[in-house]
Structures are given as C-alpha cells and as structure tokens.
C-alpha cells in the first residue's frame, strides 16, 4: 500500500456508516438474514440487506457502497440482477499494517 491508497482508504472511513458496514460484514451471517439466492452471506450480502440495516436512502447506501468498492474495501459479485458485496480482508490487512508502520 502507498501513501496515497492510504489517504483514499482513510477518506472512505471517515463516515460512521461506513465504518458500521464494514462492521457488519466482518460477520455477515449474524448481522443479516440469510440471502434468498442460494449464495453464503459469507460470500457477499445482498446489496438490500445493507441498505434496510443503514436505515438512510438507497442511494445514499449506493454512494457508500461505489466508493467503498472503489477503494477496494469492499470486493462486488454481481449474479443475474442481484448485487453482493463482502470485505477485501487483504486490503484492510494492508492499510493496518501502513498504519501501524506509519504511525511515528
């Protein structure tokens, strides 16, 4: 990670509720119900479940969720019209390490 990921990473985690998602997807399977499809929670939560738990508009949540997978906290699966999104474990591992190096 290079000091301007970081910057962009931090940026996104500026918000309360985007430090709630990543959150909640640290474990999908006890912070949402079971998804419809026959995809695992534990690979992506239904973009619907995200959005009913924040409590704030669509697409408020979508802005969110675009800017979070932008910067790579977030990996987004697609199947058919459905949208699921999860945590990319190695870029918050990455950006925690840059702290923790950085931090002097």
Known sequence: MNAKEFIEIS??????????????LKDPEG???PNTTAMPNSEGV???????????????????LSNMSRC????MKRVGKW??????????????TYLLDNRD
Do not use: M
């Open 83 to 96: 949208t699921y999104f999860k945590r990319n474990e190695a870029v918050i591992k990455a950006f925690s």
């Open 72 to 75: 790579e906290l977030l990996e």
């Open 31 to 33: 912070n949402f119900p």
């Open 46 to 64: 239904c973009v619907t479940y995200i959005h009913e738990k924040t409590g704030l508009s669509q697409s408020t949540v979508s802005t969110y």
């Open 11 to 24: 940026k996104c985690l500026s918000n309360k509720t985007r430090l709630d998602i990543l959150e909640w």
